[in-house]
Nanobody, 126 residues
């Protein structure tokens, strides 16, 4: 198994930028796709962005496409989420997740992920 630790959350003004980082440790040998999810109280956890093991394939949700970018540095076992032009509706707890079964990123959802971080809070003020 692996452990995922997110960092980079905080309070930012609307229109600002923030970078989230997720560092994986433990047995990462068979880790494949990685993803970022977010959740607001009372709402289901939703996929924000996903990236393949190689980093060659990515997907972003419609709500963040063009503003958020997911990337990874396998040498550092780290996945990033660069968030730009932040809006108040982006406020949520952001979770890093990893898949160990080789599911294609097109099919990833919260139920497909095998490992989860504890989350980092992002608050965007008006």
């Amino acid at each position: 198994q692996i452990q995922l630790v997110e960092s980079g959350g905080g309070l930012v003004q609307a229109g600002g930028s923030l970078r989230l980082s997720c560092v994986a440790s433990g047995h990462t040998f068979n880790t494949h796709a990685m993803a970022w999810f977010r959740q607001v109280p009372g709402k289901e956890r939703e996929l924000v962005a996903a990236i393949s093991w190689s980093g060659g394939s990515t997907r972003e949700s419609d709500s963040v496409e063009g503003r958020f970018t997911i990337s990874r540095d396998n040498a550092k076992n780290t996945v990033y989420l660069d968030m730009n032009s932040l809006k108040p509706e982006d406020t949520a707890v952001y979770y890093c997740a990893a898949d160990s079964s080789g599911v294609l990123i097109e099919y990833l959802d919260s139920n497909a992920m095998d490992y989860w971080g504890k989350g980092t809070l992002v608050t965007v003020s008006s």
